[in-house]
């Protein structure tokens, strides 16, 4: 059982500060900085440096989730691949991986794993519950092969970490991957019952002058329905933004594009404005704050009429444009227009 104290037992470090006060640290690579830490104290040492395992630090990652959600112990259990020696530290209730770090190095069993000799290959797993309470694995293996974990660099580590890093976005789901029109993206996520998003970061050298911008949820999907940045949208120019209402304690959101905006309310869905006559008209009447409100629809062409009318549906009007000779009416549902 998990007690509000402070206990130590051989190989475990068990200091739970008082949970009101923890919180996930938003801003920080969290296991990468543990390596970090880990790493100068065994430099201090005069100890080599560990490297950091993607297996392994998989493995960490699930058992600070078991930590959480089934027991605060040990793992039983031997996923060493091709590894022998292991030793593990395991924690929760810290306030930043400073603090974690700290404290195994303050109890001489911990301390001894870090500072063991003869270790080479380590895996790290930090794990935040519901609540933002930190839960951490280290392990510390000897191992004839590494395999590198995946990473965020540059301009997708920049936003990334911008934007809250792993308490607010997840960590990365694999490394960057090549995108459309010699772009780059990388997928990002979390545990669901931690609330972090699974998201994806995208950018391209030419677009926003080579920032990345996340996108995610109800909005990346109706991105994706348009072919991602495959599609007529092309790349994100913003990340996902809050947009003031005129008529609702509602708050809705937005995303803009390259070649268009996605807005988005619990009410409307997520719906596509693409430039052209009827976003013409849309902004020309004040847009989502003006008589048509937010979009209920993509743009679509008219039933029937396909060669010569197309239309796109708000809340409390649509707007029709004749093709022919691009004339846009913002009309009533029940027939009137002007």
């Known amino acids: 059982m998990k007690r509000a104290a402070a206990a130590v037992a051989s190989l475990l470090v068990w200091t739970l500060l008082p949970m009101g006060a923890a919180h996930a640290e ?25 490297q950091m395992d993607g297996r392994l630090q998989a493995d960490s990652r699930a058992w600070s989730a078991h930590l959480a959600h089934v027991a605060f112990e040990h793992d039983p259990n031997s996923p ?61 293996y000897t191992c004839p092969s590494v395999v590198p974990p995946a990473t965020a660099t540059g301009a997708i580590r920049t936003a990334w970490m911008a934007l809250g890093a792993t308490p607010t976005y997840g960590r990365y789901q694999g490394s960057a991957q090549p995108a459309c029109w010699g772009g780059t993206y990388q997928p990002f996520g979390g545990g669901n019952d931690t609330g972090v998003q699974v998201s994806t970061f995208y950018v391209h050298p030419k677009v926003d002058g080579g920032k990345a911008h996340v996108t995610y949820g109800v909005i990346r999907g109706a991105w994706g329905a348009w072919g991602y940045e495959c599609g007529a949208l092309h790349y994100p120019t913003t990340d996902p933004f809050s947009i003031g209402y005129c008529r609702a304690a509602v708050n809705p959101s937005a995303q803009a594009f390259e070649f268009g905006l996605i807005e988005f309310s619990g009410a409307t869905g997520a719906h596509v404005l693409v430039p052209g006559n009827i976003y013409a008209k849309f902004a020309a009447t004040n847009g989502h704050c003006g008589p048509a409100g937010l979009p209920t629809s993509d743009v679509f062409d008219w039933p029937g009429l396909e060669t010569t009318w197309r239309a796109q549906a708000f809340e409390y009007r649509y707007i029709a444009e004749y093709k022919p000779t691009g004339k846009t009416y913002i009309c009533t549902y029940q027939g009137a227009c002007s």
């Open 80 to 140: 060493w691949y091709d590894c022998s020696l292991r030793s593990e530290n395991v924690a929760f209730g810290q306030r930043t991986i400073a603090e974690v770090h700290a404290a195994f190095m303050a109890s001489p069993g911990h301390r001894a794993n870090i500072l063991r000799s003869g270790v080479n290959i380590a895996g790290f797993g930090v794990y935040y519950d519901a609540s933002g309470v930190m839960y951490t694995t280290e392990r510390f």
């Open 26 to 50: 938003v801003g920080h690579d969290d296991e990468n900085e543990l390596l970090q830490l880990v790493n100068s104290d065994r430099a201090a040492n005069g100890l080599p440096p560990v």
